[in-house]
């Protein structure tokens, strides 16, 4: 039986990895911080643990896996990443867990790693034209990522891409383009667009308004996550490390992502757009390299990817107001009952 260890696998897209890898007949170990928020993994083996700590690495990386996946990271959207908080975390984190893993990986004999890595690695410069974004995996140098996580990306890339020239560690790096999905972080601060306007879409009445922030008009693609782990299996099959983009071509601005959202949602919606963290002004994945290489490109239209995110997240929006709503009943009759035995004791 085939073995893997999917590092961050209590998060996103480890999540529907583990489901995948298990259909497909692995033995899989999943570590993280946390247990996922959203579904019950089907895990051979859970750890939880911190990958910053190369103790925990030690543990969970006792055999030469034939694949090891490495997701975990300190990341999020733009609310998390380019307002400049989080960057010390972000930097020493991830870089802490790919410099542990890296190691590690390479004196147990892994046959395969495959390492996530993003397309907040391409230098902003060439992302400043929200209609001609470029990012060509050849466009990276001279470096320049507007983000610190962007820079993280980059260092880790160079990190597993020199253990496989020193050491013969086999990786595989791709270059995510803004993936989004069901069982996708969709509130507190770390979610991404997609997800954030599906939340607010759900949240709005017919004919209300919603916040977007900045003018609206910055670009992106977004890819719905089970095209994107078809591109890392593919990629793990192949006889090719990357770095490769694995993204949707079609790009949106984010206004038009809301209008689709409420589309969807079949409501009217305006928005109101306000000052809030943007990072780079377009991006859209380049898709030339990928079609070369594995003879395959991601090809979902958008509102396909959207339509089941929007009916999760909607769900997830009435849940959490009955549970309010429960929690509140709760508080008063705990406080009516508290009320009642303090006036017996009077
Ligand atoms: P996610 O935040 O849902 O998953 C990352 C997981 O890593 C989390 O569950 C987190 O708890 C775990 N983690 C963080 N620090 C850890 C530590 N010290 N020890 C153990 N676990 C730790 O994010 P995701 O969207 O699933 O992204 C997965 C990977 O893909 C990340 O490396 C991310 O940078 C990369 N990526 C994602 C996107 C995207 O749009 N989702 C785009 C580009 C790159
Ligand atoms: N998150 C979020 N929430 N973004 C919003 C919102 C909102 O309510 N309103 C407007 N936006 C805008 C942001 O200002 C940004 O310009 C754009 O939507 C996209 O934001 P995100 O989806 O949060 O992030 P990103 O595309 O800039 O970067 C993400 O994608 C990378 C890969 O392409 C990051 O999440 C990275 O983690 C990821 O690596």
Redesign the pocket.
């Known amino acids: 039986m085939r073995t893997a260890l999917v590092?961050?696998?209590?998060?996103?897209?480890?999540?529907?990895l583990v489901k995948r890898l298990k259909k497909e007949g692995f033995w899989v170990r999943g570590?993280?911080?946390?247990q996922?928020e959203y579904t019950q993994l089907p895990t051979d083996d859970f750890v939880i643990?911190?990958?910053?700590?190369i103790s925990?690495v030690n543990k969970v990386l006792d055999q030469p896996f034939d694949e090891l996946y490495?997701?975990?990271?300190?990341?999020?959207?733009a609310g998390y990443l380019f307002g400049g908080e989080n960057d010390a975390n972000v930097m020493h984190?991830?870089g802490?867990?790919n410099l542990n893993i890296a190691k590690r990986a390479t004196e147990m004999g892994v046959k395969k790693l495959f390492?996530?890595?993003?397309?907040?690695m391409y230098p902003a410069y060439n992302q400043e034209d929200p209609d001609n974004p470029k990012c060509a995996e050849n466009s990276a140098y001279p470096a320049a990522p507007d983000s610190e996580?962007g820079w993280e990306?980059l260092f880790s890339e160079r990190l597993y891409c020199a253990f496989h020239r020193n050491y013969g560690l086999n990786v595989k790096v791709a270059?995510?383009?803004?993936?989004?999905g069901i069982e996708?972080?969709w509130n507190g601060g770390?979610e991404?667009a997609p997800a954030a306007m599906c939340r607010k879409v759900a949240e709005v009445e017919d004919g209300g308004t919603i916040e977007v922030w900045g003018d609206g008009l910055q670009t992106r693609s977004?890819?719905y996550?089970d095209e994107?782990l078809e591109g890392v299996r593919r990629l793990m099959d192949a006889d090719f490390m990357g770095p490769v983009n694995i993204g949707s071509e079609e790009m949106i601005s984010i206004n038009g992502l809301a209008q689709l959202v409420a589309e969807v949602a079949g409501k009217k919606i305006h928005i109101k757009n306000i000052p809030g963290p943007m990072g780079v002004r377009g991006r859209n994945s380049d898709n030339a390299l990928i079609k070369e290489k594995l003879g395959w490109a991601p090809s979902k239209p958008l509102r396909e990817g959207i339509e089941k995110t929007y009916y999760w997240i909607n769900e997830q929006v009435k849940l959490q107001k009955a549970e309010v709503k429960l929690n509140k009943s709760l508080y008063n009759e705990v406080s009516i009952g508290s009320c009642s035995l303090q006036d017996s004791c009077r």
Not at 10 to 16: Q, V
Not at 70 to 77: E, S
Not at 115 to 120: E, F, G
């Open positions: 590092c961050g696998a209590g998060g996103f897209i480890g999540g529907h570590v993280d911080l946390k996922h643990g911190d990958l910053t700590d925990v490495q997701l975990a990271a300190d990341m999020g959207g984190n991830s802490v867990i390492y996530s890595s993003s397309a907040c996580y990306k270059r995510f383009h803004n993936v989004f996708g972080t770390k991404k977004f890819l996550v994107c």
